[in-house]
DNA sequence: TATGAATGAGGATTCATTCAT
DNA sequence: AATGAATGAATCCTCATTCAT
């Protein structure tokens, strides 16, 4: 029971962490943030619950760490966004990217969606909430009309929708996720355009 | 413990089942149907929680309950919805009394939105699925190109996103919903001229 | 929803306490004492659970009653046992007559049987205890060997176990009620020739 | 609350499973299954009631194991019972042994007895009746007349009566055993002689 | 002769967390 | 780097019982 000399164990010593985090995420998307159990971690990666709070200080903190190490892609995206000029084809780009960043973390974003009363008075919960806000903040024109404000914001929904909820759509996968970046895509240019942009 | 001549408790007489199912509503909305304890709701309303339970067999009977009563428009547009043409016209008509459905029962969609992966095994869950794919099979014509299909869907989740998400976004909130209904309108209408409607 | 001029009603008038014991019993001896609840019982009559408080005071009451009503002819038994010479004959009327009292209660013996644990606490318990201690004492024969007070007393317990527990031998009931008191009989004439008996 | 350095806290130490399990027994023989909650049992050994859950998934796995751990004497013996010839020699050889293990676990035997109709609907009431069962079909011959499979029948319940039920006769319960044991010889060499056999 | 509405006490079970080893 | 043993607080739920109508 759990060989200790074929290798398996060798290899995975000191990696705990991360299993903790991968399996955590696994079950968290799965089943949502309440209604995984620590004791289910713990079975699921054979160790004793205890091990987990060697790693971790509390099941929060799990899913902090999870988060943290996730969405550095799109903290990064943001901080550069935020240097560019605030033209049409920045905010394509940003768009194009973020499309990117999304499907490459999806299940973290799948998990966040899905458990959006949970998550809110978590730690993560402000800073995710922060992070959209500025991710609005660059592609947004404030001086727009609230028409095209919709817009802008209808573009990052459909994203998300894309991502995680039109499952059932289409056959090829890659073929949907060009039409919903697509889509994304046309909404920005709409909206630039009602706004006067060059 | 509660007046017992002010006629507050004379008033409430008969209308427990009721009052449960706006406290809990209330209580769900606010902080997820799992961190919602039966004994949170019960303290509200100055019973007991074995009161709660004369008036529904378990927790989740309430959330039925209340899903049941609340989705009743919904399911009567879509309804009415089968047996239109499925012109752009029906579409659109659809769409604005689908709005208004949204916005008179709020909270339970804010509800289902923040608590998917909850709601995911509950009872209401698959009932919800399945409204949510009748509403798209009328609004969503299956012979239109990809990018049309995810303009429809996309109409949808704008609906969805303008009632519960974009809460900071304008000042009216009246002048708010007419632009998110305007920009689903539109993308419906787009949907439909690509599809090669007159 | 239950018929009100069909007759069922009516004919039910006024005998909802028996009604409620005949229930309450076969519930009983089914699950056991604790297992059974008033709910049960009342869905089954279709009555509300404060019905049954019209007719008994308590759920220890109903059972009371029942035992009651169905153990009088043992009571009736003892009695007359007691009058009678303690001669072999006797006892062996006796555990003839006892044999067919318990098979015409079979259920309520069964159930105080199968719940001794239960039942050893209720008001019922002491009063059963004493009946088959009055009815040990007309049997058994104090000055007789200890191996044949056994005797006397297997005889009565073999009667028990014929009853309810040796269900899957034999093919005809009959045959192996006739089986059982025959071994019984055989078990008292041994005790009785042992003990010098005339 | 609870000693810390005077030995009493070291020495249990590690024993806790089976300090749940002795305890749990003389309550349950005590008072029945259902009446005895956790509560009373985790009081009783001065942990929480979490702490028995540490040790057993759920209540009823608190005395499937005290079932199988106390019940292996008679296991066994069955085993051995299959394998010897079904002489007469060997039936009282069983008889005997089987009165043993019955005094030896008698608490057990005794809650098993006065709670059959808790026990049936858990998990070890069939694997107790089949128990007995194998045990029956190694001591009553199915070719022997009704009569006398009844007798070895109730040989088996008269060492079952005998041990927990006789209480009040005799003086000396050692004698009492030998009394006991004595009738139960006697039925099965009687009901032996009458099946034919040497 | 019943019902509708409620209570208070208690049930088994689960959870995140702690800490000595 | 991890375990074994335990806790305290909370959970949903069920029950017998009551009482005004």
């Known amino acids: 029971m759990g060989g200790t000399m074929d290798g398996t164990r060798q290899r995975r010593r000191g990696d705990t962490r991360r299993r903790i985090q991968d399996v955590a995420l696994e079950l968290f998307a799965e089943q949502g943030y309440?209604?995984?159990?620590?004791?289910?971690?713990?079975?699921?990666?054979?160790?004793?619950?205890?091990?987990?709070?060697?790693?971790?200080?509390?099941?929060e903190e799990i899913l902090v760490s999870i988060f943290e190490d996730l969405t550095q892609p799109i903290e990064d995206l943001i901080e550069w966004g935020r240097l560019q000029p605030h033209t049409l084809a920045t905010k394509q780009e940003i768009v194009r990217r973020y499309a990117t960043a999304l499907a490459e973390a999806e299940p973290l974003f799948r998990f966040m969606h899905e458990n959006q009363a949970t998550v809110r008075d978590l730690r993560i919960g402000e800073s995710f909430k922060r992070r959209i806000q500025r991710l609005r903040d660059i592609i947004v024109d404030p001086d727009a009309a609230l028409v095209d404000q919709v817009r802008y914001t209808s573009a990052i929904f459909t994203l998300h929708a894309g991502m995680f909820l039109i499952q059932d759509m289409g056959d090829d996968p890659e073929e949907k996720n060009r039409a919903v970046l697509e889509v994304a895509m046309d909404l920005v240019a709409q909206a630039h355009r009602g706004a006067g942009g060059s």
Do not use: D, P
């Open 34 to 59: 309440e209604k995984t159990s620590l004791r289910e971690i713990a079975e699921r990666l054979e160790v004793t619950k205890a091990a987990l709070y060697y790693h971790f200080k509390t099941k």
